[in-house]
């Protein structure tokens, strides 16, 4: 009996529609993010992520829309992160039928949210997303905001321990270097995280062959979230999990009821 | 008719859709007679252990799971919803630890491990004689939290592991209750909550 690694595909949402290439061939509609959602969960997604990248309060709208579909219709943890600057939002996002929403820049900007959110709702549902990426700060490694595109001269392993102090429940570390390079994920990150982090630590950014999945878990990783591998069909959920499985790390298997 | 318990706490979509799916209609309601009255009725819950509890004592909530005890009417705790049922929650007690509804004996007690929350699927140890469990007791299910109880009492215990062995379920008699999310748990966990809901 062992809790097992977590598999987490990343849907990319604007405007109520999945982008950052997506190439299905088995869906009516590759781009709807809610029948992405089905599906995932039916080939044995752990957990889903959907990432709000609207520029528009409409956007907005339409993605909590998205939430209150996909939470009727697959019963697995929906994790909802981006423009998240509120109790208030955090509150409606939940209200939807999100389970877990994940933070950035409106946390650096203002670090007491973490506080705020914590208190109201718990721990549990709070994610810390960190784009981080290597730079001579202290540790090497910096924290970078508006999705990569600006440095914060903030340096990511002291972040990540006021955070935890602070009181987020998980942390979401995506690598802005490997990110989208299919090269493996960021294993001198990972591990650097992982030594001042005592909550769930999920790695993201770089996944490109089945052997880099086992490589951020050997560096601590508890749950691996990957996008474009999964988008493009590079691998199924299933043969990660199988290989995972064949070489010992603890997958869950899909229900066969 | 099912009835989810709304207290205040948290994500009550993905609860009322899941026991749905059993066929049987399905009411979100703070409204103590419909709660009182329901076939079964749903206890959910997220967050600490004090503030649910100050959410449940705002309707009245321990006296209406403790009226449909005494009248022989199903109730399902859902994680903290699970948690309150016992006497004393030590969540950010400092030393002092908060009084629960009381219907189990007990204390709920940090998990004695190195990463927390136990955040995840993880698999159970369930009793032959499970009713909630048939058919899925070689099944994962979601779990999300820090705290649980550890000490066994009464008959129908399940039991996981993460850094210590804790309850993850109870059946005592018209009384139910998961650590995990059953509704959160894919179709293992719709199954256990169909198990629940055909035995009302």
Redesign the interface.
């Known amino acids: 009996?062992?809790?097992?690694?977590?598999i987490i595909p990343c849907l990319d949402v604007t405007d109520g529609r999945v982008v950052k290439g997506v190439n299905f061939t088995n869906l009516v509609d590759a781009g709807d993010p809610v029948e992405m959602a089905q599906l995932y969960?039916a080939e044995g997604a752990?957990e889903l992520t959907f990432l709000d990248i609207s520029a528009s309060s409409s956007g907005r709208e339409t993605t909590l829309d998205i939430v209150?579909r996909t939470?009727?219709?697959v019963?697995?943890?929906l994790t909802v992160g981006g423009g998240i600057r509120s109790v208030l939002d955090v509150n409606r996002l939940?209200?939807?039928?999100?389970?877990k929403i994940s933070i950035n820049t409106s946390a650096i900007a203002r670090p007491e949210l973490i506080a705020e959110i914590a208190d109201?709702?718990?721990?549990?549902?709070l994610v810390l997303s960190v784009d981080a990426r290597r730079a001579r700060t202290d540790s090497g490694f910096e924290v970078t905001t508006h999705g990569g595109r600006e440095g914060s001269n903030l340096d990511a392993l002291m972040w990540v321990e006021k955070a935890c102090a602070l009181g987020v429940?998980?942390i979401l570390l995506n690598s802005m270097d490997a990110d989208g390079t299919r090269a493996g994920y960021d294993i001198g990150m990972i591990r650097a995280v992982r030594s001042v982090s005592?909550?769930?630590l999920i790695a993201s950014g770089g996944a490109g062959s089945l052997a880099d999945f086992a490589a951020a878990l050997d560096a601590g990783a508890?749950?691996l979230l990957a996008a474009s591998v999964f988008h493009f069909g590079v691998h199924r959920i299933k043969d990660v999990k199988s290989y995972l499985g064949s070489h010992n790390y603890p997958v869950?298997?899909?229900?066969t009821? | 008719m099912i009835a989810i318990l709304d207290y205040g706490s948290g994500n009550l979509r993905s609860a009322e859709r899941a026991f749905a799916t059993s066929g049987l209609d399905v009411v979100v309601t703070s409204d103590a007679r419909i709660a009182v009255e329901a076939d079964g009725l749903v206890v959910p819950g997220v967050g600490a252990f004090a503030a649910c509890m100050q959410g449940l004592n705002a309707i009245d909530g321990a006296n209406i799971i403790k009226k449909r005890l005494e009248r022989e009417r199903p109730t399902f705790g859902i994680c903290i919803g699970m948690q309150i049922l016992f006497a004393l929650g030590e969540e950010h007690s400092l030393g002092k630890p908060h009084s629960g509804v009381g219907i189990w004996p007990g204390s709920i007690s940090e998990l004695a491990a190195p990463i927390l929350p136990h955040m995840g699927w993880n698999s159970v140890e369930a009793p032959y004689e499970s009713v909630l469990f048939a058919g899925v007791e070689s099944e994962s299910f979601y779990f999300v939290h820090s705290y649980a109880a550890k000490t066994a009492f009464g008959k129908l215990q399940t039991w996981t592991t993460y850094g210590e062995r804790f309850l993850s379920a109870v059946e005592d008699g018209y009384v139910v209750a998961t650590q995990f999310h059953p509704e959160k748990s894919g179709d293992a966990g719709l199954k256990l909550i169909k198990n629940w809901t055909q035995s009302l």
């Open positions: 009996m062992t809790l097992s690694v977590r969960g752990d209150r939470a009727e219709q019963f697995i943890p939940l209200r939807a039928g999100a389970d109201r709702f718990g721990s549990q549902v429940g998980e005592k909550v769930p508890d749950a869950r298997a899909i229900a009821l």
